[in-house]
């Protein structure tokens, strides 16, 4: 019995563990590729013939909102399923990049249209519900990454490449 439990805890924490990395894998992607992307697409957007698009977009009812922020996923799926096929055939090069093209345009395109019509998104209570456990859980998981000795390390790293950046930068 106790065999069972020692093995259960040890199961538990390397499950722990993996789930961590996969959590701060999805933060690092949300925090470092989210906000740029997003960004970089509100750049485009003041080009015109975009400008007007985004226009459109704001005015949608909250139900084509919901369309239009779920269809671009969506149609990525397809491309993620070449891009696993591709590699499975000895593609692999080829393959990963399809992936990372489809990641960064469809983390640009969702996270704008996240901005455009989250207003409209936020009429669904199932919508507040499940964006308030997103955050909720997304602040958890950064506390707990921020726990870990990996971020400190991670940390200390960045201030260094930070400060080679500036003393080279003068």
């Known amino acids: 019995m106790m065999f069972l439990r020692v093995l259960l805890h040890g199961l538990r924490r390397v499950l722990r563990g993996v789930l961590l990395a996969l959590a701060a ?3 690092f992607i949300e925090e470092w590729g989210w906000r740029p992307l997003t960004a970089c697409m509100a750049w485009l957007a003041k080009w ?4 007007r698009l985004e226009a459109a ?3 949608v009812s ?14 990525l799926f397809p491309i993620k399923l070449v891009a696993l096929w ?14 990372v093209a489809a990641k960064l345009l469809g983390t640009a395109l969702v996270g704008r249209l996240f901005v455009l019509t989250e207003s409209q998104l936020m009429q669904f209570a199932w919508f507040v519900r499940a964006l308030t456990w997103w955050r909720a859980t997304k602040a958890r998981v950064k506390a707990a990454v921020k726990r870990t000795a990996s971020w400190r390390v ?12 500036r003393r080279f930068s003068r």
């Open 25 to 27: 894998a999805i933060l």
């Open 57 to 59: 977009v704001r005015g």
């Open 86 to 99: 591709l590699i499975h055939r000895g593609h692999a090069a080829l393959g990963l990049a399809v992936i």
């Open 48 to 51: 015109p013939p975009l400008a």
């Open 154 to 165: 991670a940390q200390v790293l960045k201030r260094r490449v930070r400060l080679l950046f």
């Open 62 to 75: 909250p139900r084509w909102a919901l369309v239009l922020f779920i269809v671009p996923a969506a149609l």
